[in-house]
């Protein structure tokens, strides 16, 4: 079986033919869509955007709140962390299990379950009296946001048969899958600039309500017609494969080389390699891991984790230096990123048309070389606190992550077998919310390291005040305010220095990881030619 492919899209050619590779609740495709008008399909479109763009704003929507929560609730700088990631990291953990699931009992009734489970925590969320309770109400949105997002592209996939429109439809779903990380800071600045930080998790009750009303009246029923069991251990091992590799980076922030760091990264090693072998010997294995044997799969999925891993660390460390070291108003700093975030979307839609003429082994590595050359920028003008080049940097990073997102979205989708939408689909999202757990996992220890061996605690300020400023960024500075004087100007100078060198060393990183992920991109995408 060869491919070839027509714009962003791997079409799939057999002995009998093209075959588009499309869902429906029966499990084929119809090009004329008798049933739904070409209205009625766009509509559905924009209602499945809602819980796309509350999942991916919600990965980075806490950065311009983070100071006000640090000064609320106190959290450690693993607390910090935490409060974070949680989220993603059981999103993370449960969406290809989530995926199976919904192909198995429906994704539109799956889609409704987890609105309504995401809308009542987050009002939770929004009250949490602790750091560890708000912690506990991270994790649990990210157990109901796992229940929203394969079921999104899934039915996409399902509303829209016809190849030209569905094209468009997954260049959209991309650009507003990318674009909401780069949102997420814009309008968590804007709402605790004139409500208290609490306000960032109530915008899911009137993005959500819509959805709910709208989703049974345009959107049909969809699932696989011949499901396999839910694999309970595999849903399990999924979780352990990440949950302990994470903490174990964290750990290795905070407390050095220390034993249990390492043994928590090979307990997830151990379970990662156990999940992969029990997939392999499945008969209807909740993710078909054989799909990565395909270039063109596997090479899209690890761009999209790389990408959003630069990109999520990126929106880490920048909303604290505009806020904390540059001492801009949570709206000013907010805006500062504006014009990356519409480069992102306008990326993302003009790739299309573009990838029709030009093959994706062309136009991702060229995009990830734009990306490469923000964080490039960032690493050398770190010291400089020139919002110019934190704008320039941002719009570089949004051009280069919003093509590559679209593309390699398309690729994902388009290789897998119809029947098996759902998991599919997860796969890429799956892709998506590790690269934003590793994203602040990775590159946010690695700050915190940084930050942590870097800083100089001045003479004279006292013991509680000296911990809070090796903790975190916004400890230090809310130390240095308490002290005042001599000591307080001496530690936030000391404390921003810290930090804006951490910065230029995880910006060198950064631009490692698009260029490993231009190697992939190269490398790998030229397959699409020939898939089987």
Known sequence: ?????????????????????????????????????????????????????????????????????????????????????????????????????????GRRRLLLIGSTGFALVSIAAAFAPTAEALIAARATLGFFGAMLMPSTLSLLRSTFTVREERRLAIAIWASGFAAGAALGPIVGGLLVEHFWWGSVFLLAVPVLVPLLVLAPILIDESRDPAPGPVDALAIVLSLAAMLPVVAGIKLLATDGLAPLPFALIAIGVVAGVWFVRRQLRARTPMLDVRLFRRGAFGGAVLVNLLSVIALVGFLYFVSQQLQLVMG?????????????????????????????????????????????????????????????AITLAFVLLGVG???????????????????????????????????????????????????????????????GAADAAGETLAGAMGAADQAGGAVGAELAASAAHAFESGIAVTAFIGVGLMLAALVVAATTLRETDGAD
């Open 328 to 388: 801009l108003d949570p709206v000013s700093a907010a805006f500062v990123l504006v014009p990356g975030l519409a480069a992102m979307i306008a990326s993302g839609l003009l790739v299309v048309p573009v990838a029709r003429r030009v093959h994706p082994r062309i136009v991702v590595p060229a995009g990830l070389a734009l990306s490469a050359t923000g964080y490039l920028i960032v690493a050398l003008t770190a010291d400089a606190r020139s919002v110019p």
């Open 401 to 463: 992550i919003g093509a590559a997102e679209t593309v390699s979205n398309e690729l994902v989708l388009t290789t897998a077998p119809a029947n098996r939408a759902g998991a599919a689909s997860a796969v890429s999202e799956t892709a998506y919310e590790l690269g934003a757990v590793l994203g602040t996992a990775v590159l946010g220890s690695i700050l915190t390291a940084h930050y942590r061996q870097v800083l100089v605690v001045p003479d004279g300020l006292e013991a």
């Open 1 to 105: 079986m060869t491919g070839v492919t027509t714009g962003a899209v791997a079409v799939v050619r057999t002995g009998r033919g093209e075959q588009d590779a499309t869902a429906t609740g029966r499990g084929g495709a119809d090009a004329s869509q008798p049933t739904r008008g070409r209205s009625r399909r766009w509509a559905a479109l924009v209602v499945l955007m809602l819980p796309v763009l509350l999942v991916s704003v919600d990965n980075t929507v806490l950065g311009f709140a983070l100071p006000q929560i640090s000064a609320a609730l106190a959290p450690t700088a693993a607390g910090q962390l935490w409060i974070i990631d949680a989220y993603p990291l059981v999103l993370a953990g449960l969406l290809v299990a989530m995926g199976g699931i919904g192909d198995r009992f």
